[in-house]
């Protein structure tokens, strides 16, 4: 009788060693330091803004009623977020040009409203493109002569 008694009492005290441990760590903390470095990528080239074909007629409406079309061009090995889409007035003639069948219709009849995707900008991905059909972003002046009917117009913009 006096051997299971021994043995009950080593097997009971196995189990208490083994759960001091969890309880033990449970209640440690921990603290450190040390330092780290990170570099980032340089961005070579800026995004290159190309036409594009919109599905948006221009009609004389006195409001922006037409599409702008362009290809958003990234050559950097990193994604660029482009927050808007402004008109250059530095180029062409206040930022716009006409096609050369329709030189009497005067640029000074359209309106650009500057674009920006309701606040959020676009992502143009690494070393890709993004399309976009700019809807809206046009108006010609309800004033506007007969001689802008099928005109195409050169919108410069800026990003």
Known sequence: MR???????????GVAFALLPTMATAYL????SGSGTATTTTVTTSVSIAPGTTTHPLFPTG????GVAVVLTNTNV????????????????????????HAAC???????????NGGAGWIVPAAGSLTLDLANAIGLSTTAPNACQGASFTVYLTA
């Open 78 to 101: 990193a994604a660029i977020r482009v927050p808007q889409l402004a008109l250059d007035t530095t180029r062409g003639s206040g930022g716009y040009a006409v096609d050369a069948g």
């Open 63 to 66: 409001s922006a009623s037409g």
């Open 29 to 32: 903390g921990a603290s450190g």
């Open 106 to 116: 005067p640029v000074s009849s359209l309106s650009y409203a500057t674009q920006t």
């Open 3 to 13: 051997r299971s008694r021994i043995l009950i009492a080593a097997v009971s005290a």
